[in-house]
Each structure stands twice: as C-alpha cells, then as structure tokens.
C-alpha cells in the first residue's frame, strides 16, 4: 500500500474531509479556488509556493491596530491574499505615491520583553527608488520609529533605517543586499538589553542581520508594520499574511 503522503485527492473545497490522523500527510486540490492543502493530522495547512506546508498564522485583525501618519494609506482584512496557488488570510495594506518621505503605519502596544516577533508578507514594490515595506518599531512619546524590512534603494535590499517622525528619515542602522524571492521573512527579538533583526529567505533558517542596544535611538513601546514611499510616481503595497509574537 502506498505511504499516505502519496495521496492527493481534489474536489469541492466544501467536500474536503476532515482532517484527522488516519489521512496526515495528504494533499487535497480544491477544484473551485485553485488551492492545494496539507493534512498534518489535526490541521489542513495551505501549501505555500508549491513547497512544503506553510506555518502560518494570520495576523490580529485590522482592529487590534492603530494608524499613524495614515494619509491616502488604505488597509483591510482579507481571506483572499493568494501565495502562488494558495489562498490565505492577512491584513492588504496600500500606500499611495508620495513626492516626500512619507511612512504610512499601522501599529500597536509592545509586548512585554523578553519578546520574539516573526512575520511574513508579500511585498509588491517597483524597482525605482524609494520604497521600504516592513516591520516597526516605534517609541509613543516621541514618534520616532525604526522600519526594517525589504527596500528599494538602487536596488532590492534588507534595511533597518531609523526616522524621527514618519516623514524625517535620519539613518540607516544597517542595509544589505538580498535574494528576494516570495515571501519576506523577518524576525525581530527584544530581550530586555538588545534588539535583534533577522533575516529568512524560507522561514525556517534565520540570518542574525543587526542588534542594537534596545534603547538606541528609541526604547520602543509599540510594534507594527508599514510602508515608506518616496516616489512620486508609483503607489506600494504588502500583504501581511504571518504574525507570530511568543
């Protein structure tokens, strides 16, 4: 008899059994919304990008976040964010062109520390300068914020670049060249003394990009995500689709 990670069964979405561990390991095609899933014997997981079965976990809804510097910024929740063939659930966040640096954010209160915060998301980012989507972190009292995610800036790169508003850049912690593909897998840790940023090219294995004292230049109280746009000509979006905070 075949090893039930063999079968691959497809129909109705509707008609998917449940999963259970008599079918872990099973693949199921839904015919009506072109998505493939996985069995891991109590759960069905969207496949992501055809390898493997995804971990992950949708982000707290739109309103468990507040705007800051919001403008013509649009956001919402939605079930139909698609990675490849697969149809997952996230928050869609849009940010129209601007002529002026301009980050549009969505944030929240911190955790308490020590905290460890995982995210992922679908970047959709020309290749003309300035656009930085990604991850915050951002001191209340003052409004100074830190974004670190995917940028472009002469090319598509990890950045960390500190602002003291969301519209007065003031330096970049660090910025390296990398091999975007897919999601954008980032990993932040506060452990009461540091600040920690890491880089994922597959959610799995994680490159330690910068650390920082956690109280250089902010002793950030709120997290969240956002979008900077410089370009007067094109808008950014990213759909957030993974929010982990342990």
């Not at 109590?42 to 403008?71: E, K, M, R």
């Amino acid at each position: 008899m075949a090893s039930p990670a063999t079968y691959h069964l497809r129909g109705l979405l509707a008609n998917r059994p449940a999963a259970s561990v008599h079918n872990a390991g099973w693949r199921y095609v839904s015919t009506d919304t072109n998505q493939e899933f996985q069995s891991d014997g109590t759960t069905w997981h969207a496949i992501v990008n055809g390898s493997g079965v995804s971990s992950l976990t949708a982000p707290p809804v739109l309103s468990n976040w507040a705007w800051v510097n919001q403008g013509g910024a649009t956001a919402a929740d939605s079930s139909v964010i698609y990675i490849g063939a697969s149809q997952v659930t996230g928050i869609t966040f849009t940010a129209p062109a601007a002529g002026s640096d301009n980050v549009r954010l969505l944030k929240k209160a911190a955790p308490s520390t020590p905290y460890t915060i995982t995210l992922a998301y679908v970047a959709s980012i020309v290749g003309a300068n300035y656009f930085s989507t990604g991850f915050i972190w951002r001191e209340s009292g003052s409004g100074e914020l830190v974004i670190a995610g995917l940028k472009y800036d002469g090319g598509f790169k990890f950045d960390s670049y500190k602002f003291n508003s969301p519209t007065s850049p003031a330096a970049s912690y660090v910025a390296a060249a990398v091999n975007w593909h897919g999601l954008v897998w980032l990993r932040f840790t506060d452990d009461g003394t540091d600040r920690k940023t890491y880089y994922s090219g597959d959610g799995v294995n994680w490159l330690l990009l910068h650390t920082i004292g956690r109280t250089d230049f902010l002793t950030a109280n709120e997290v969240g995500f956002g979008i900077h746009v410089n370009n007067g000509t094109y808008t950014a979006a990213m759909s957030l689709v993974h929010w982990v905070q342990s």
